[in-house]
């Protein structure tokens, strides 16, 4: 009975400890993501249409004289973009206009898609895909990859008149063919190919 009486004793005496070593364990902070963060680009091994997807917000990046350029993902290198869409479900205010416009460099994100209003809540519109961004132009083709885990990022450049705005909330749609049928083949970070 005392044995027991002390395996109970000891065990409460354990479980105290660990109480007190859990609520005196400092809590460390989350280590701050790179920023821009890295996107690795997705290829499929199937025969079917990728896409990114992503928000535009007012508060997606920090404006700087009413423009700010954030990155969304990346595509692979020879990847073929066919379609680009927004959709604004939240109108933009506070500024008298807000655009978009989406691209592979973090200057100017123009060379995919031009600017091209969000301002007002509304349906999905189609958008014209620049006449660069269409196939391997921009993606491809012997151009020196862009990205930072290779292949080429995708950034958006947002820009605004008169003010920033203080609302508003928005989505981006790229979609584009993955190099995959065979006789595209992967092509390794840093290098170039011909177009496929």
């Not at 609520?23 to 790179?34: G, K, M």
């Not at 020879?78 to 933009?92: C, H, S």
């Not at 007002?120 to 020196?144: E, M």
């Amino acid at each position: 009975m005392k044995i027991i009486r002390n395996l109970a004793g000891a065990f409460g005496i354990g479980l105290s400890v660990l109480a007190v070593a859990a609520l005196s364990t400092p809590v460390f902070a989350q280590p701050v993501p790179l920023s821009p963060r890295s996107f690795a680009a997705r290829v499929f091994p199937t025969q079917q249409t990728h896409y990114l997807r992503f928000p535009i917000t007012f508060n997606s990046c920090v404006p700087v004289s009413l423009v700010c350029t954030y990155k969304v993902g990346s595509v692979p290198y020879n990847a073929f973009i066919v379609r680009a869409f927004t959709q604004t479900y939240t109108t933009f205010t506070g500024a008298t206009t807000a655009t978009a416009s989406f691209g592979t460099t973090s200057t100017a994100a123009v060379n995919l898609m031009a600017a091209t209003t969000i301002l007002t809540a509304g349906n999905a519109i189609a958008q014209t895909v620049a006449a660069g961004g269409l196939g391997t132009t921009v993606t491809g083709n012997g151009i020196a990859q862009t990205g930072t885990l290779g292949n080429f990022d995708i950034f958006v450049t947002i820009t605004y008149t008169v003010a920033n705005a203080t609302a508003g909330n928005a989505v981006g749609i790229i979609e584009y063919i993955a190099p995959n049928d065979g006789a595209c083949i992967a092509v390794g970070s840093g290098a170039t190919a011909p177009g496929c």
